[in-house]
């Protein structure tokens, strides 16, 4: 069964980057992929998708700031995130979906100071 492994959490202060790492164990090529966070207290929340074909999707709340990408020759997928805010944090978790299954990953933290 595919296994997703985040990495690249941490605490940084407001308005500064992280770059989150999603690892895969086997081919993600024919699924999409994304993020999803869930903040303290929060349901969990979509963050952004990206698509077999490299069509990207956003949530209005990080449109502009974060970027994802992905990566099939290594079976990764990532999350450059800029101008972080407070707002930010939460544990963040990579998601893979094809037609029948999905698949999360355990999460990473990410606390933004102010």
């Known amino acids: 069964q595919l296994q997703l492994v985040e990495s690249g959490g941490g605490l940084v202060q407001a308005g500064g980057s992280l770059r989150l790492s999603c690892a895969a164990s086997e081919s993600i090529g024919s699924l999409n992929a994304g993020w999803y966070r869930q903040a303290p207290g929060k349901q969990r929340e979509f963050v952004a998708r990206i698509r077999t074909t490299g069509s990207t999707n956003y949530s209005d709340s990080v449109k502009g700031r974060f970027t994802i990408s992905r990566d099939d020759r290594k079976n990764s997928v990532s999350l450059q995130m800029n101008s972080l805010k407070p707002e930010d944090t939460a544990v963040y978790y990579c998601?893979?979906?094809?037609?029948?299954?999905?698949?999360w990953g355990r999460g990473t933290l990410v606390t933004v100071s102010s």
């Open positions: 998601h893979c979906a094809g037609i029948v299954r999905e698949y």
